[in-house]
């Protein structure tokens, strides 16, 4: 079983519709990452959290700690927005690896 | 905003020989990892280096693979004997301190014929 599970795999909206991306893990975590993928490969950092709720623009992160679950909210999403969603987490007993989740690919059509 | 940098952005090398993926880190900081993900697959640790030395590393990275931080700028990952299966996508990451994002490159498409 995967220690980050993301759901759902894939997402398509239309332009402007309000996006959630799910992540659950199963071990106990430092710190929690969402990275944005780009068609070409290249990996985003959007944001690091440890608690409570973090927002960029158009982009908001929650995290429950006592749940094990977090998400990722995309605003009025555009076109642009589309591509790989992956969380990681920076497991308690280890502070020096990521573990991926195996990413949500959102398409958002015109 | 600085960057970290990975070359080539496309390696194609035949099966059994040498690999050299370069990165060149954020200039202030002091973590450096490498990633790697096979085609459709999720993104998975290789290898983490801080002080001039391995801090950690993953059962993927056996003695076919070696890292080096040679001249205090680039960070290299080389595979001695490259297999079918080490196809991938290779990136690199730097930090600048612990407990703190992770700053990756572009990745090298690796290719193994």
């Known amino acids: 079983k995967n220690e980050v599970e993301q759901s759902p795999q894939n997402l398509t909206a239309q332009e402007g519709e309000f996006i959630t991306i799910n992540c659950s893990y199963s071990?106990?975590?430092?710190?929690l990452h969402w990275l944005q993928q780009h068609p070409g490969g290249g990996i985003v950092s959007l944001f690091m959290l440890s608690s409570g709720k973090k927002k960029h623009g158009r982009l908001i992160a929650t995290i429950n700690i006592q749940e094990k679950h977090s998400s990722l909210h995309i605003t009025a999403s555009h076109p642009r927005d589309s591509a790989v969603y992956i969380c990681?987490?920076?497991?308690?007993?280890?502070?020096?690896?990521?573990?991926f989740g195996t990413g949500t690919r959102l398409q958002v059509f015109p | 905003e600085p960057e970290v940098t990975q070359t080539p952005s496309h390696q194609v090398t035949q099966m059994g020989q040498e690999v050299i993926l370069r990165c060149v880190p954020i200039s202030n900081h002091l973590y450096f990892y490498w990633y790697r993900q096979i085609l459709g697959q999720k993104v998975e640790f290789l290898v983490s280096f801080y002080n001039n030395e391995i801090s950690e590393k993953s059962e993927i990275f056996d003695d076919q693979f070696s890292v080096e931080r040679p001249d205090g700028s680039n960070f290299t990952l080389k595979i001695r004997s490259t297999k079918l299966e080490d196809s991938a996508m290779y990136f690199c990451?730097?930090?600048?301190?612990?407990?703190?994002?992770?700053?990756f490159g572009d990745g090298t498409r690796l290719s193994i014929l």
């Open positions: 071990v106990g975590i430092s710190a």
């Open positions: 990681a987490v920076l497991a308690s007993y280890n502070t020096d690896k990521l573990i």
């Open positions: 990451a730097s930090q600048d301190r612990g407990q703190r994002p992770q700053h």
